[in-house]
């Protein structure tokens, strides 16, 4: 039988649950065990995929095409591991699933109600990730005491019934915080929260408690008095730099024995050598820094940029350099001299996804920068059909090039909607989603990057490069460098003249982790380190 952990919060929300999960993951996963992750959230929607950055920051993508919750980013940088779509829910899905299983007759006439018919599903979704693996981690989103999330608890204090104690394990995240005018470490939000977690009928076996500082024995003695639970469980999981320290910072403080012990299962040897290595070079480079322009109209709320800052931190450890991110705001009036002191000292320049004419303008000029200065340069998915307009528009003269997205009548759409995604009404889940192969051009910079002219990488985009402007594109000097295997979608294309100069359509970022950066990044670091 599979064991369960299940990660739930209190106090607050983003104290950092889909850290916790990941760096607990992490540990079991290096010991040996088959760890899979999931993350339950309480809103309705369907799935992140039509929500706003400002709301919910990046949608992760799987290999599968699942529009995720960003958490499952950091499973599988932690990990390794690729998620699907049995690794993320919603209160949207369940309940739209109840409703189709009412609408079948499947309850047999019964009044259906949160309880059995919501909880039922819920743990069917827990459940299908058990029959494979050894450890399934699952994360419960918002906090407890939001009426949103009730079900979702309701449904664990159940399985526990089910499974068994030695087989299912509660580990709860809270803040502690510090008040710096009092100068005193305040334990009642944790004591009240847990509270609330028992009132429902959970017990907590294990406490971490964010917190600035380390906390002293008192204090977890406290905390472990007024929340029934064993001192020996309570730990601190201080603030720290780097998110990657926290799986060692857990080692160290013995929080997996403390799990091993709970759910019967040996504790064995953890291998840091390689995190370590990325560890030490993240935090004390040797070969200075690389300042990298990152040019999005989300640069106030850069969770929207998540893998792909994590991907640049990546590949610059393993280039032994520092980063510095320049964020630069693609809506913001710039003119050309504005950008030369904006990007004077720029070592690289990168163009992320989006969606819509917001900063558009803005994103052509950045690339025109990078292109005409010898700037290396990376353009994913946006970035990459911002750099074939901006190309279009500059060096093959066609002035009024431009994206069907953004402007429905223009004459030359060197970027137009894929045939087929014309006839689509909704938006949720109706794009190119999830893992495609690729072919890449055997005498191409991307192959060379990659080591090889056959690779896989996962999509999320409605739009793309318009096949009609091919030859006149590789006429001017821009190579399409990659192709699907049917040769009817570009994915790839970069300047030949150039440093560094390539545009991908898909999203290489999702593929990165700190043992093994993504190589399209690593590559953009080290000419960007030259």
Known sequence: MAKHIFVIGGVLSS??????SASIGFLLQKMGYKVAMQKL??????????????????????DDGSETDLDLGHYERFTGLSTNRNSNTTSGVIYENVIKNERKGEYLGKTVQVIPHVTNEIKHFISKLAEDNDIVITEIGGT???IESLPFL??????RLDVGYENSMFIFLSYVPYIHTA????????????????????QPDLILCRCEQELDEEIKQKIALFTNVNE???FSAIDVSCVYEIPKIYYQHGVQSRICKHLRIEEKEVDFI???????NNKNPQDGTVNIALCGKYIDHKDAYKSVVEALSHSAAWNNVKLSIKWIDSEANYNEQDYKELLGNIDGILVPGGFGIRGISGKINIVKYARTNNIPFLGICLGMQVAVIEFAQNV????????????????????DLMSDQKYINGLGGSMRLGAYPCILKPDSLAAKIYQKESISERHRHRYEFNNKYRSVIEEFGMKISGLSPDNLLVEAVEIKDHPFFIGVQFHPEFKSNPETPHPLFRHFIKAAKK
């Open 232 to 234: 020996h469980d309570v």
């Open 144 to 146: 407890v005491g939001d």
């Open 154 to 159: 309701e449904a664990v204090r159940q399985f």
């Open 274 to 280: 390689k995190w370590d290595k990325f560890l030490t």
């Open 41 to 62: 959230d309480p809103y309705l929607n369907v799935d992140p995929g039509t929500m706003s950055p400002f709301q919910h920051g990046e949608v992760f993508v799987t």
């Open 183 to 202: 100068g005193e470490v305040k334990t009642k939000p944790t004591q009240h929260s847990a509270y609330k977690l028992r009132e429902i009928g959970i």
């Open 396 to 415: 093959c003269k066609i002035e009024d090039a431009y994206s069907s997205e953004f402007d429905e009548n223009c004459k030359n759409p060197i970027i």
């Open 15 to 20: 104290l950092g649950k889909g850290i916790a």
